[in-house]
Structure formats: C-alpha cells, structure tokens
C-alpha cells in the first residue's frame, strides 16, 4: 500500500480515536482509562498500517487496521450523551443506537484477527465458522437488540430519543435478546479458545514459535473478558458498559443479573486492556523478530561455509527455521521432476496436504524445493533469503553428486578393466599352457623317438644336433613355463591364495615366511590383486633390500583383505620412484584398496595393501 | 612292468606308449581322463600309472585327484603324475599321506627318456620321486627351526642331494667324498632325525620328506 493512503487512513484513524476518546472525557471518562483505550486502539492502528506496509499481501494488517477502527467506533457511544453539551447535540439517540449495534464489531474483528494470525487466512472450517458467528452475532443480534433497546425505560418522555433504530421499545425482549447476545459472545470466546488450544496441541515447533506470543496475549484477553463478568461479555466491550454506566445505567439489562466487586472489575479490566494492547505488540514483536530472522540467515551462510557434509543443508535449513520437519526435493534436469538426497522421485505436496512448498528457481529452471510446515508461510521471504544462500550449496551439493556417480563409474569400470585383465591373463596362461607347452613337450618327445629310431652307429653331428635340438627345447619349455607363471600362476587360480603365497615365498631370494593366509577363497581379481601385491613386494627385497627375511601375512578384517609384506633389510625404499610398487598400488586403487610403504631408513620395509574383499 | 597312461593329447600319449614300450615297459592301457583311469586301473591292475595332472573336464587338477583315489583303491599301484608347473604345493599334498609309489615329475623329463624311465620305474616298485627341480625349490626355502637344525653343514649337503634322488654313489662323487663316508653321513642323518632301521630307500623317502616339509 502507498504511503499516501497509508497517511490517509493514518489520520482518518486517528481523527476517529482522538474525537471517540475525548468525548468519552468530557462526558466523565477517566482520562486515564480514556488514555488506555486510546493507546489501545492506537498501537492496532501503527501495527496494522506498518503491516500493510511490509507485508501487504496479509490480511493481518488490515484486520487490525480494521480492529482499531472498530475499536474506536465503540468509544463513540459516549459521544452520544449529547446533554452534557447543552441543547446542541453532537449526535442523536439513532447515532447512539448504531454505536451500540456496533459496539462488539471489534470483539469480532479480533477474533477474526486472532484466528487468522499469521497468514491472515482461516484456514480450518471451525475458524471460518466462529468468525462468522462472531460478526453474525454483532450484526444480527447486535441490531435486534439495539433496536429493542428501551433506553430510558418504558415511555420515556423524550420522544427525541427514541430514534429510528428504537422502533421497538420493549425492555422484557430486549433483556431476552441481550441474554442471546451475551451467550453467543461466550459461545464464541469458547470456540476461540478451544481452536487456540487444538491448534497449539498440534502446532509444529516453527508454528508455536510463530504463534506463542499472539495466543498468550488472545488468550490472555479472551480469559479475562470470560471471566469478567456477563455483562462485560454481553456488552462485548467494556466501552458498552462504561456508555451504560455513563448514562447512568438507565435500564441497561445485563446490570441486574450479576454482582461484580468494584474491586475485581477493576482487575479484570485492566487485565481486558493488557491482553487486548499485547496482541498488535505480538504482532509487531513478530515482524520484528522477522529481523532478527534475518541475522540467522548469516549464521546459515556462515555454516554453509564451513564445507557442510553432503545432506547438511537441509539439516541447517531446518536449524535456521526451526522447522525439523522441512524436507527437499531437488529439480532432477534428466526426469523432469523432484527426487529427494537419496534420488528417489517425490511428488510435491497438494494443497490441502498441510504441508507448504516454496521452490527457488535459477535462471528460470526450478533448483529445489523446500516442503515446510505452512506455519513458516509467512516467512516466505525469509525461505527465500535463506534459500537462495542454499541454492549455492545445493548445486554444490548437486555437482558432488554427479561427481560422486562419475566417481563411482569410473571407479566400478576400472575394477572392470583390471578384472576383464585378469581374466585375459588367465587365459593367455592357460592357452600357454595347453596350447604352446603342451605341443613343445609333445615335440619333445617326437624327438625322443626320432632319436631312438636312429642306429646306434648313426652320424655324431646328427646325434649331436638332435641333443641341441632337444636341450634347446627343454630351455624353451622352462622359459615359456616362467613366462606363464609371471602372466598368471596356475596354483592361484587353482589352489588358491595360500599356496601360491607359498610358492612365491619359496622362490624369494631372502628367506620369506607365510606367517599366515586366509583358507577361503575370494574372487579371482582379488586373489590375483593381493598375489601381486606380495610378488612385486618379494622382488623389491630380493632386488634392493639387503634383508635377511621378509614376513608375509594376509588377513581378513571387516571385509577388507590386508595383505603385509615385512622385511628386516636396510629399509630407505621410494615406492614413488619405481614403476613396479606403482602400478600394483595403481591395481589395489582400483579395486577400492589402499597400499602403503613404510621404508624408514635402516629399520626395514613394510608394505600394506587393503583390498576390499567383500 | 605294467604301466597304464591318462593323458588327454592323443599324441602326447601315443610317443609316450612308444617310448616307453622301447624302454622294456608294457603299456597295458591308454585313456584320456580321470573317470577311464579310474576304471582302466580297476580292471587292469598296473603296476604304475603315469597320470598328466591337467585333463578333462576342467584341466586344472584332475590327475591329482585321481591319483589320491588309486592310493586308496588300489594301494599297490604306483602313480607317477605329470606336471607342467613346479609347484611344491601339489607335490607336498600328493605325499601328505605317505610317498610310498608316488611321484611328481614335470612332463619335459621325457626329453631324457633314460631319467623318465627311472622315475616310472622306482613309482612302479613302490618308491617315491620328486621332480629335481621341486625339490630345488623347496631347499631354497627358508626354514624355522626344526630337526634338520641338528644336521651338521655336510650332512645338509648330503642330503640335499638325497633329496634330489641321487644314490650314495652320485652323492659320493658329486662332494668328493668315498662311498663310505656318504654312508656314515646317511646313518647319521637317519639317527638325528630319529629314523629307526628300515628298508634303506624308506628312510631316504621319510628323510626327504622331512627335508621337504621342514
């Protein structure tokens, strides 16, 4: 709303309190209680013009504008006794009678405002239905009994007062409607309370939070009018009563039917006044506090900053609005629609689910959606203040992710590669094997009998040629079988880890020991990953060491296989440096593992691999 | 000396009937897998069978399995098994339950068709025979402390070379030492390592295996 129509209604406000109060003054009000109602409707008036101002898309601040209007209207009544300014009336006895059909307006207004605080909506069907009550019960019932009102009793002499809303003088039915009026008043002040308390039961932590200081202060009010007396509540506001006491309780009904002390009355309407001024404060304490919301959301970026762990932001989001039910749904570009952090699909809530979206878009394309409590509705600027921090973090936390699946391809097809590796080695080993060797040996023996064909007496050369030739052969098929055993051990995949440790251990130069080896068998990637891991490791000893002997121990802990190779020898190794220790510990990272040296200089060399074995 | 071959090469089996038919053995049978070797021995009763470790239907370590089963089938036949690898883990299962006519030779023996010969024949009449370059392989080990620890470094050598298959004599020549004194240093090596009076080539057989196993 424009400031100018802001000022408009700011002085029209104004003029209608200043003018209400002051004739309440001269008409014999305390000019403190007449004070008090002023400040009363004054701070409804400044809270509900700065929120419209602020937050103009709410109701809130126009039913509080709406409420000091009426409020004042209600101090208008004592304008009306127009003796105590001579013959010139300010207003008629008709101007009375609609100041007093209108004198619980306010009484309704606040209920309205009370149950449509925070997001100026009624929200349930019972708020809907006891607002309507309550302006009903003003305008229906406030009119029949304001024009029944026998307002100096039965054939009152001055005909001038008896005005056009007075057609109906009877003081038995106007006692009756008044009786109605006063019943339906508490009927209604009950339902508040009631819908107050349900709500208050089954408010999330982030609704009380924005609730609590408003329905203490309606509740307050509310209590303290039920309390007060009938005639207070059929009256709806004290103002109604002090127009009847002004005018000298000239047969105003509720008088007769309950005693009040002096005394209580006093408490309990100043009680009245304190609940009714702590509302619009409630309600400015929530605006501010709106700033003070705004400093969380430099706490929240400070947290972001701190590197949080994937899943954090929601979990900071939830701190900084205190609502542990948020949840998020994050904009999956691929589907088209929301996936929550484990990636499953979500459906955003409906409307009538109670649950609340706000989604935060960038450069048009929504990012992530934020389900949360619709208490936190009226925060929706803070949601988005807060949320377009997170969208930093979310697209951080969407790029890990993406980053984490590449990762984890990338890792699963290298452990692929190094398996699809071995598998062709073992092949290559075994095609050696019954292929190349087999027919070497089988040559062999061919030769074997070529020679045994021959004459005893047979040319030396030819003799001699054929024992190169086979001596030859024998050469070839121990090479071709060391070749096989570097490309694959047959014993692995055979027998098993054990024994080809043991094997390898038995062809170290140093003196080297199975200390102990897993019995069961893992897959052949792993088996042949932890094999060469000692291979490799026996031929640095062998090679640079100087040790006099090397422990071997493979071990399975919490599905990992640890595989150590030790030795006593002069230690100083640079595994960085040779090309064999690296490609091993290139082998172990593939399958997910880790190797580790520890060369420390003169106390031996200790190589650690753990491969995921699981 | 009757003597069944399982070998699933055709070729293979067929030179090595023939050479081993020239060298004075009857080949009494041939097949080309465990299952046949099994019955074959069952009806024939060979005095030996020279059995490749690797045959159908997986080729990994058929022979070896088959040749545990004659051990306990037919006790009295010899199994002398063909290997392409020197591996001490198969030689060491074969035997882990006495070497008594076991051997365990790489297939390329056949290119000394004399040696070969002689394995098949020691397996044949109960004997036990590791293949030289398994054994080599199991002496370069290293050893916790054991009973060969008391072994003077002589003794070592003969022994060694036992383990190897040599007689006294090869021993002899090959240390310099007079046949005598490679016979004192059996019968010492015999009593360190506790081995009672026996048929001389049992001994050597547990020595050995003490050897190996240590």
């Keep these: ?614 | 000396m009757r003597v069944v071959l399982a070998e699933d090469s055709v070729l293979f089996r067929e030179g090595l009937a023939r050479l081993l038919q020239g060298a004075g053995f009857d080949v009494v049978g041939q097949v080309g897998d465990a299952e046949r070797l099994l019955a074959l021995v069952r009806t024939s009763r060979p005095d030996v069978a020279v059995v490749d470790i690797r045959m159908p239907p997986a080729h990994t370590n058929e022979g070896l399995v088959a040749a545990r089963t004659i051990r306990q089938e037919a006790p009295g036949v010899g199994v002398l098994i063909l290997s392409q690898y020197v591996e001490a883990e198969h030689a060491m299962r074969l035997i882990a339950d006495g070497a008594d006519g076991l051997g365990y030779v790489l297939k390329d023996r056949v290119s000394n068709l004399a040696q070969f010969a002689e394995f098949v024949r020691q397996v044949g009449e109960g004997g036990s025979v590791i293949d030289p370059a398994v054994v080599s392989l199991m002496l370069s080990r290293s050893r916790t402390r054991g009973p060969l620890d008391d072994l003077t470094a002589r003794e070592h050598d003969v022994l060694a070379l036992m383990a190897e298959g040599r007689s006294n004599q090869a021993i002899g020549e090959r240390l310099f030492l007079s046949p005598k004194t490679v016979e004192t240093h059996v019968g010492s090596i015999f009593s360190k390592l506790g081995l009672l009076p026996a048929p001389d080539d049992h001994r050597r057989v547990l020595a050995v295996l003490t050897y190996i196993r240590s």
């Design chain 1, 1 to 614: 709303m424009s400031y100018p129509r802001l000022i408009v209604l700011a002085l029209v406000g104004l003029l209608v309190g200043a003018v209400g109060e002051w004739a309440s003054v001269v008409n014999g009000q305390h000019a403190v209680i007449a004070g008090v109602d002023l400040a009363v409707g004054l701070t409804y008036l400044t809270a509900g013009l700065v929120a419209m101002r602020r937050r103009p898309g709410n109701r809130i601040g126009m039913l509080m504008t709406a409420f000091a209007l009426a409020w004042f209207i209600g101090a208008w009544g004592n304008v009306s006794v127009a003796r105590e300014f001579g013959e010139v009336p300010v207003y008629g006895f008709d101007q009375v009678r609609v100041v007093i059909w209108f004198d619980a307006l306010n009484q309704a207004v606040l209920v309205h405002l009370i149950l449509a605080f925070p997001s100026g909506r009624l929200s349930s069907l019972a708020s809907r239905l006891v607002v309507t009550a309550a302006y009903a019960n003003v305008l229906i019932l406030g009119l029949a009994r304001a024009a029944t009102l026998d307002f100096f009793g039965a054939g009152a002499a001055d005909a001038r007062f008896q005005g056009v809303l007075g057609l109906y003088p009877d003081f038995e039915l106007a006692n009756s409607l008044h009786r109605a009026y006063e019943a339906a008043g508490i009927g209604v002040l009950l339902a508040v309370v009631a819908i107050l308390l349900r709500r208050w039961r089954a408010a999330t932590p982030a609704a009380r939070r924005a609730l609590a200081p408003l329905w203490l202060a309606g509740m307050a009010f509310a209590v303290s009018i039920t309390l007060a007396a009938p005639s207070i509540v059929g009256g709806a506001t004290p103002s109604t009563t002090e127009v009847v006491c002004c005018t000298g309780g000239l047969g105003y009904p509720g008088d007769s039917y309950l005693e009040v002390p002096e005394r209580v009355r006093e408490v309990l309407f100043w009680l009245a006044r304190g609940g009714q001024i702590l509302v619009p404060i409630a309600f400015l304490f929530g605006l501010l506090r709106m700033r003070l919301d705004r400093m969380s959301v430099s706490d929240f970026v400070l947290e972001l900053g701190e590197g949080p762990p994937p899943g954090r932001v929601r979990d900071a989001l939830a701190i900084a609005l205190r609502d542990p039910s948020l949840a998020l749904a994050f904009w999956a570009r691929e589907t088209g629609g929301y996936v929550d952090a484990a990636g499953s699909s979500v459906e955003l809530p409906g409307p009538e689910s109670g649950r609340a979206v706000t989604v935060l878009e960038r450069q048009g394309q929504p990012v992530v959606a934020i389900l949360h409590d619709p208490a936190l509705d009226e925060h929706k600027e803070l949601i988005r203040a807060l949320g377009t921090v997170a969208a930093l973090a979310f697209e951080n936390e969407q790029l890990r992710a993406e980053l984490q699946a590449q990762l984890d391809e990338v890792r699963a097809s290298r452990s692929r590669i190094i398996e699809a590796g071995d598998a062709e080695r073992r092949k290559v080993e075994r095609d050696l094997h019954d292929g190349a060797q087999q027919r070497l040996v089988t040559l062999t023996l061919a030769l074997q009998m070529a020679r045994g064909e021959l004459a005893e007496d047979v040319d030396p050369r030819l003799a001699t040629a054929l024992q190169e030739a086979t001596d030859e052969l024998r050469l070839a098929l121990t090479e071709l079988r060391e070749l096989a055993r570097g490309i694959h051990p047959a014993i692995l995949t055979e027998d098993g880890l054990g024994p080809a440790l043991a094997s390898l251990a038995a062809r170290c130069v140093v003196p080297a020991t199975v200390q102990s080896a897993p019995q069961r068998r893992f897959s052949p990637t792993v088996e042949a990953t932890a094999y060469f891991v000692v291979s490799e490791a026996l031929t640095n000893v062998g090679k640079h060491a100087r040790a006099s002997r090397v422990d071997i121990s493979v071990g399975v802990h919490d599905g990992r296989m640890i595989v150590e190779v030790a030795d006593d020898g002069v230690g100083g190794a640079r595994p960085e440096r040779g090309t064999g220790l690296r490609g091993i510990a290139d082998r172990v990272a593939a399958l997910g593992g880790r190797l580790e040296c520890s060369s420390p200089p003169e106390q031996g060399t200790r190589v650690v691999a753990q491969i995921p074995c699981a």
